[in-house]
C-alpha cells in the first residue's frame, strides 16, 4: 500500500506556527482571521530550532522545515530581527540572542538598554525590522514573504504595548515608539503585518 499521505486542504486551514513566541501568534492571528494558527505546544509538540543560518531567509525556511518534517501539516514561520544602520546591521539575525552572555539570553528590557548603551552618542539612529515569512503547505509547495519596517532606534524606551524592541522603536511619521501604537496600527505597517498579509492573500488565492 502506498503510504504517502495526501493532505487535501480546505479554505480554512490549521496551520501551527514554528515558534513559541505568543507574540507573534498574537499578532499573526489578527491577520490570518480565516484561519487557526496554533503553536507547537498547542497540539502537544515540542518544537525548538537552533537558528544557524546566515540570513533570515534561511533560518525562516529552516524552522519551517523542521516543523514540517515532524507532523506533516500545514506550518507558517516567522524570522524576524533589528537591523541598525550604525552598527553595521546588527543584531539582525541574531536579534533574539543580543547581548547574551554563555548563553543566557537577556530580557527584552535589559537588551533594549543593551543597544541604546551602543549607539550613545551615534547620531546615525536608521533602523528596520525584517519579517520573513515562510508557509509550508508540503515539502514541495512552500512560499516566502519578507518584508521590512523602518524607523528610528529612540534615545530611552517609551511605550508597552508589543515587545522585544518595540519601546525603542521611534516612527517619525507618527511621533510614538511602536510600543506606544495599538496592536492593530502595528499590524498595519509592521514588517510582520505586511509579510503576514501577502501569505494571507496568497492562501485566499490557493
Ligand atoms: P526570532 O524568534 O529569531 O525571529 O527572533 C526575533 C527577535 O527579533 C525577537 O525576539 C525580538 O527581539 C525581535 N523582533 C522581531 N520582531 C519584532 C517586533 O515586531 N517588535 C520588536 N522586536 C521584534
Redesign the pocket.
Known amino acids: 500500500m502506498d503510504s504517502t499521505r495526501t493532505i487535501v486542504y480546505s479554505h480554512v486551514m490549521e496551520i501551527i506556527l514554528a515558534?513559541g513566541?505568543r507574540h507573534k501568534l498574537f499578532e499573526l492571528k489578527e491577520i490570518l482571521t480565516d484561519h487557526t494558527l496554533l503553536l507547537p505546544e498547542d497540539i502537544g509538540i515540542s518544537f525548538d530550532f537552533e537558528?544557524t543560518g546566515t540570513s533570515f531567509l534561511e533560518?525562516s525556511q529552516g524552522k519551517a522545515f523542521a516543523l514540517f518534517n515532524k507532523i506533516s501539516r500545514p506550518v507558517l514561520a516567522?524570522?524576524?530581527?533589528?537591523i541598525v544602520e550604525a552598527l553595521n546591521g546588527e543584531p539582525g539575525i541574531y536579534?533574539?540572542r543580543y547581548g547574551s552572555v554563555n548563553g543566557i539570553e537577556l530580557e527584552?528590557p535589559a537588551r533594549n538598554i543593551y543597544l541604546l548603551d551602543k549607539l550613545q552618542g551615534e547620531s546615525n539612529l536608521s533602523a528596520e525590522?525584517i519579517?520573513c515569512m515562510s508557509l509550508i503547505l508540503d515539502k514541495n509547495r512552500f512560499f516566502v514573504a519578507q518584508e521590512s519596517f523602518k524607523g528610528e532606534i529612540t534615545r530611552e524606551s517609551t511605550g508597552i504595548n508589543?515587545?522585544?524592541?518595540?519601546p525603542i522603536?521611534f516612527l517619525p511619521e507618527y511621533g510614538k515608539t511602536?510600543a506606544e501604537l495599538p496592536e492593530k496600527e502595528k499590524n498595519k505597517i509592521?514588517?510582520?503585518g505586511k509579510a503576514g498579509y501577502r501569505i494571507a492573500k496568497l492562501l485566499e488565492e490557493l
Do not use: I, M, P
Not at 78 to 82: T, V
Open positions: 515558534s513566541n537558528e533560518n516567522d524570522d524576524s530581527g533589528l536579534s533574539a527584552a525590522f519579517c508589543g515587545f522585544g524592541y518595540d522603536f511602536v509592521s514588517h510582520r
